[in-house]
């Protein structure tokens, strides 16, 4: 079955970085964009980020562009959330997610915790 198992989370000050990883496995990870979402307490999910199936685009949603990146490698099955400058905003379970259509489609994984001090 699809399985994506975020991880790479943790607590840090604001400025720092961190780089998530979603492991994807059950489906041909090679022919789906991919995303990452995030959800703050109390807040819906928003979006972060996607990228295409090549690799080949990205696009980021307005509170994270030009801090943080995505990457993958189709080969090993993986996608990177590279987060610079983090700001206590920041601060949510990031989920990563196969795209339909630009959509998230499947079960959610079970996140993986950042959160950013002042």
């Known amino acids: 079955q699809v399985q994506l198992v975020e991880s790479g989370g943790g607590l840090v000050q604001a400025g720092a970085s961190l780089r998530l990883s979603c492991a994807a496995s059950?489906?041909?990870?090679?022919?789906?964009?991919m995303g990452w979402f995030r959800q703050a307490p109390g807040k819906e999910r928003e979006f972060v980020g996607l990228i295409r199936w090549s690799g080949r685009s990205v696009s980021y949603g307005d509170s994270v562009r030009g801090r943080f990146g995505i990457s993958r490698d189709n080969a090993k099955n993986m996608m990177w959330l590279q987060m610079n400058s983090l700001k206590p905003e920041d601060t949510a379970v990031y989920y990563c997610?196969?795209?339909?259509?630009?959509?998230?489609?499947?079960?959610w994984g079970q996140g993986t915790q950042v959160t950013v001090s002042s």
């Open positions: 059950g489906f041909t990870f090679s022919n789906y964009d």
């Open positions: 997610a196969r795209l339909e259509g630009g959509r998230p489609v499947g079960s």
